[in-house]
Each structure stands twice: as C-alpha cells, then as structure tokens.
C-alpha cells in the first residue's frame, strides 16, 4: 500500500492531463489488417514521464512502479519530444497565464544555475564549482512575477552572459514591443556587467539594470522604497530543482533534456494560472 500511494501521488493531474492531452500527435495503425499489440495509453505513459519528470528516477526504474514499462514510456516520450509536445504545453500555458492574470513585461529577470550531469552528452561541460566534474547550465528568463518565459542550456563552463542572447531569442511567446510608455527593464546580477550584454539588450529594447561588479564589497544598502527584482528568477530555479530529472540530467540527448526542462517549465506556469494543482 505504501509503494502504491507513493506513486499515486506522482500522476499527472485531470487539470494537467486536459491541457496535455489536444497537443499529442495522432498515431495510426500501420497494421495491415489493423490489428496488432494493442497501445498502451497516452495517459498512461503521461503518468510515468510525469513520475520520472519529478523523481528523476532511470527509465528501466518504472518497471517496479506498475505504471508503465520504463521501455514504453521512453519511446513515447521521444515521440512526443520529436513533435515539440512539452514546448508546446509551456507555450499554451503561458497564454493562459497572459489571458488570465498578464505577463508583466516591465520587469524581467535572467539568470543561469549549474546542475550536474554524470552521463555527459551535447551541451554538458566541466563544472567550475564542482571539481570539474560534468555538468549544465540552464540560462532563465522569467517576468516581473516570476514566471519563467525563456531558456537555454549550455556547458556548465559556459558563461551566463554568454547565454543572454540565446536565452532572449527563445522567449516561447511573442514578445509585445517596448515604448516609451512600456519600459521592458532586464535585471541582471553582477555576471552580466560586460559592454557585450549592454549592446544587446539595447538592441532587443531592453532598459538594462545591471549590477555593478564589486558593489556587493562595498555593501550599499537599498534606498528606501526601490524594490528588488532579480530574487524572482532565483525563486523559479529553486521551483525547477524540485524536479528531480532536471536537478541531475541523467539525458545524454540535449533535446531529451530541454523537453524534460520545458515540461517542468509548463507545470509551473500552470500552476501560476491556477487552473492546476
């Protein structure tokens, strides 16, 4: 009883499984007699890629689950990869945030966190805080609430300022354009206090708030009334390291591993709506 409650409480939600369910691709019978061992079911499999997503367990560990054969449930995962399924959950859910509460596109917020990543694989790197080991970096973008609204990954070497323009071109929504009555701030901590990522948000029409490198030592105190704005970006890699598959990446196929991150992504943009648990 308690193995299964343990898993039951790793399923994908109603609420979730509505929003996932219109996105997946059709599979026909290639049968010619249109017969065929029959096909385990999308919810099914939804369920076990969920578990992973939140446990970060091995495939072959969902044998023991009962859900799903780890087998199964990786190749409907690479099905769903390949037809963009988890950009397309965070990419809808986004709108819905958008429709529902509004994306606060004054203030936005990037930063990147180092995970590790044992297997290696494309976009991995050795991890400067980590004794070199291999790892990733995942570059985020989030607005004024904290939401996030664009990723990128990298090598764990990689520089975060070296990743803004990625991050900022894969923004999953279209971005309104800034006026002079509607500001688009970007926030950035000391790392990014480089001429290169000045000259880049200019020319995406970002008001840049950068912190100066070395003011930490010189401990400025805050003036009375400006509000802080990085923390929420902090917060949501906070949110993601929850998800177990995405604190350790365990996928050596980068576009494995940035479904995975999109997935994740749609949960909490979901749960910012509201409309999930």
């Keep these: 009883m308690k193995r299964a409650k343990s898993v039951d409480q790793w399923r994908i939600s109603d609420e979730l499984w509505e929003k996932l369910q219109p996105l997946l691709p059709d599979h026909p019978n290639t049968h010619r007699f249109g017969g065929g061992r029959p096909r385990k079911p999308d919810r099914v499999c939804a369920d076990a890629i969920f578990f992973r997503l939140r446990t970060g367990c091995q495939w072959k560990a969902l044998d023991a689950t009962g859900m799903c054969p780890g087998s199964t449930a ?25 429709q529902l509460k509004g994306i606060d596109w004054s203030w936005l917020s990037m930063d990147g966190c180092m995970t590790k990543a044992p297997l290696g694989g494309k976009k991995d790197g050795p991890n400067p805080t980590d004794r070199g080991k291999s790892g990733v970096k995942r570059s985020l973008l989030v607005e004024g609430a904290g939401v996030p609204i664009g990723v990128a990954v990298d090598g764990a ?5 070296k990743m803004a323009r990625a991050t900022i071109e894969r923004i999953a929504i279209k971005r309104p354009k800034p006026t002079k009555k509607k500001t688009q701030g970007m926030c950035l901590d000391k790392g990014y206090d480089y001429d290169e990522v000045r000259e880049l948000l200019e020319e995406f029409g970002f008001s840049a708030h950068i912190r100066a490198r070395g003011e930490e030592a010189r401990e400025l105190k805050r003036r009375a009334g400006e509000k802080a ?9 906070s949110w993601l390291n929850r998800f177990r598959a995405v604190l350790i990446r365990w996928c050596k196929k980068s576009d494995n591993f940035l479904a995975t991150l999109h997935f994740a992504l749609a949960v909490i943009t979901y749960r910012a709506t509201g409309l999930t648990g």
């Design 157 to 161: 070497n990689r520089n975060d300022f």
């Design 229 to 237: 704005r990085r923390w929420v970006v902090e917060r949501a890699h």
């Design 74 to 98: 990786h190749a409907r995962f690479q099905e769903w990869v390949a037809a963009g399924v988890f950009l397309k959950l965070w990419t809808a859910g986004l709108l819905e945030y958008d």
